[in-house]
Nanobody, 121 residues
Framework: QVQLVESGGGLVLPGGSLRLSCQASGRIFSIAAMGWYRQAPGKQRELVAAVSSVGTPTYADSAKGRFTISIDNAKKSVFLQMKSLKPEDTAVYYC???????????????WGQGTLVTVSS
């Protein structure tokens, strides 16, 4: 079974920075893309950023200019560098992987358990 483990969340002051990491493990034949989503209390889960296996990134408008996503295919990891954090960035951040466990398996999406980011003074 594919597992995703996030790390790097925590409490940070407004204007501060955090770097989130996500490590995938288990049987992974191929990766199409990895990304970060977040969910604030009472809100829908939303895309923050995603990156294809060849490095093409996509950002939510709220993340543009402040966040940077990167992928390491060999290590099956994805990272999210966040700067100039705002209170509205407070949420549980979830790692996502889209890929296949074997060459003949269906394409699937996998999720981590999430890491909490709190931006507050």
């Amino acid at each position: 079974q594919v597992q995703l483990v996030e790390s790097g969340g925590g409490l940070v002051l407004p204007g501060g920075s955090l770097r989130l990491s996500c490590q995938a493990s288990g049987r992974i034949f191929s990766i199409a893309a990895m990304g970060w989503y977040r969910q604030a209390p009472g809100k829908q889960r939303e895309l923050v950023a995603a990156v294809s296996s060849v490095g093409t990134p996509t950002y939510a408008d709220s993340a543009k200019g402040r966040f940077t996503i990167s992928i390491d295919n060999a290590k099956k990891s994805v990272f999210l560098q966040m700067k100039s954090l705002k209170p509205e960035d407070t949420a549980v951040y979830y790692c996502n992987l889209g890929g296949k466990s074997t060459g003949t398996a269906p394409f699937s999406y996998y999720w981590g358990q999430g890491t909490l980011v709190t931006v507050s003074s």
